[in-house]
């Protein structure tokens, strides 16, 4: 609907995976998977009710694999704390936005990634979240000064950086195999 | 840990695509654009047709103002400052502002340079007329271009003039030799490295937005399958009689650009849209775009 989808879709094509930007609530049958990109929550919400993609993307989400990146992690949790944005409620995290600050403490930093292989990957943090985890079912796949930032439940995993802003496939690769390995399920 | 790098700078840029940045002049403003759906605001002190209209000089706004704006809204904050105005500049990175727009719509401080952006942490945006002063401006650290259009008029003709320039530049780029690009640099006046990269890539290294005399959501959508990245809309939306419902339009319409039934549904029955002005009825010095080189 809006955010940064192109380069998410870009990095698809570098995998060899078709995608499609998602509008109407028929597009959703044609997905096996869903990324839920960086941009403003409180667009994207604004958007997806006025559209009526909100009940069908929430159905989705509930039953297939997600990946929530920035304003799309905000999107996966349970509350925002901000009357302005409807999260999907689908990851027991609470969300608190911007949390660095303004855009000036934007920041890039290495983090590493033990379940994902993947060491040192170059994490983009834009005007990003900090996730409160407030249950033992969130898994924490990366931190960064403490703070989670990459965290996964169930089929869905969000991320408070943008892994579609680095050069490093691995995360959506990941993600891919996920897809991949729950259709055979 | 890096702050303020370009790739920083860029990627709030991102963030923004496939949105609507709005011009505002106070908090209130602001709140109908947040919760219309605008991905950012543009404070400034008065909007480009009121500037036209007032004459005088045009300056940064208030630092108060923009204060008020940051504490309203929870969406990027956006501000100009005046072209080569250094300081205005600072004080703008100062307040923390999200994205500094060094803008013709103010009355320039500098005939000759623009700010050297890449001094600072807070990312640029700068308008531009054609791809040479695209890449110029980019040299000097701009986060996201945007095409100047001719602002204040409600009249679309300038922005699209400047964005099928750009766009066709680039596809000229793109069928030339390698050995070629140094005659074509020297010849636009643009940094050799950034001429051979768009040659190379088909499209400019940071995002193409749209601004200057959006007035309808058709507007939008125009300018996006011309090629815009998002669309700046100054006084096109607190110009026209019901703010708040045109403003949800244009971010609908930025969204449903390729959607003709959509557009037709979302430009149902609004109220009159500002007046707007033909590009004979402005003389030529006082057209905002030939401000900046």
């Known amino acids: 609907m809006q955010g940064a989808f192109q380069k998410h879709q870009n990095m698809l094509e ?21 990324i839920l990109p960086g941009g403003e929550s409180t667009t994207i919400t604004s958007l997806l009710n006025t559209h009526k993609l909100w009940n069908a993307i929430n159905i989705f989400v509930h039953n297939k694999p997600v990946f929530g990146t920035c304003a799309g992690a905000i999107m996966l949790s349970q509350s925002a704390h901000d009357k302005r944005v409807s999260p999907f409620g689908i990851m027991d995290v609470e969300a608190e936005r911007n949390a660095y600050g303004r855009q000036i403490e934007s920041f890039s930093t290495s983090i590493n990634i033990d379940n994902m292989d993947l060491k040192e990957f170059h994490a983009v943090f834009i005007r990003a979240p900090r996730l409160r985890i407030l ?24 991320s408070t950086f943008h892994p579609e802003l680095s050069q490093n496939l691995g995360i959506h690769k990941w993600f891919v195999n996920e897809i991949k390995h729950q259709k055979v399920l | 840990m890096e702050k303020g790098s370009f790739e920083l700078k860029v990627g709030l840029a991102e963030m923004l695509k496939g949105g609507v940045i709005m011009d505002v002049t106070n908090a209130e403003q602001a709140k109908i654009a947040e919760d219309a759906g605008a991905v950012a605001v543009m404070a400034l002190e008065r909007i480009p047709s009121d500037i036209r209209k007032d004459g005088g000089i045009a300056r940064m706004s208030d630092p108060k103002m923009i ?33 500094i727009d060094e803008s013709e719509v103010l009355t320039p401080a500098d005939e000759a340079n623009h700010v050297w952006k890449h001094d600072y942490k807070t990312p640029f945006v700068c308008g531009a007329t054609n791809l040479a002063e695209a890449l110029r401006r980019i040299g000097e ?34 069928q030339k030799r390698q050995e070629e690009l140094m005659a074509i640099a020297k010849e636009m006046g643009a940094p050799f490295h ?69 557009l037709a549904a979302i ?22 775009q030939d401000r900046g080189w």
């Open chain 2, 194 to 262: 950034l001429v051979e990269l768009v040659a190379k890539t088909g499209k400019l290294p940071v995002p193409n937005f749209s601004a200057g005399g959006m007035a309808t959501p058709a507007d939008a959508a125009l300018m996006m399958l011309l090629g815009a990245e998002s669309v700046f809309v100054g006084s096109g939306i607190f110009m026209s009689e019901d703010p708040a419902s045109r403003a949800k339009a244009i971010v609908d319409a930025t969204t449903f650009y390729n959607d003709p039934e959509k």
């Open chain 1, 14 to 34: 570098e995998l060899g995976v078709n995608s499609i930007a998602v509008r109407y609530e028929g597009d959703l049958d044609k997905i096996d998977g869903l």
């Open chain 2, 67 to 99: 204060k008020e704006i940051q504490e309203t809204v929870s969406i990027p904050v956006m501000a100009k400052c005046r072209i080569g105005h250094i300081a205005e500049a600072n004080i703008l990175e100062a307040l923390s502002i999200d994205f």
């Open chain 2, 141 to 174: 650290g701009a986060a996201m271009i945007r095409t100047k259009g001719e602002a204040g008029t409600g009249n679309v003709v300038e922005a699209v003039r400047h964005m099928r320039t750009i766009v066709s530049e680039i596809k000229m780029l793109t």
């Open chain 1, 135 to 158: 249950s033992k079912d969130v898994e924490i796949l990366a931190t960064f000064n403490h703070s989670p930032v990459l965290v996964r439940q169930g089929r869905a995993i969000a």
């Open chain 2, 267 to 288: 430009s149902y029955g609004l109220k009159p849209g500002m007046k707007g002005l033909d590009m004979s009825e402005i003389p030529a010095n006082e057209r905002l």
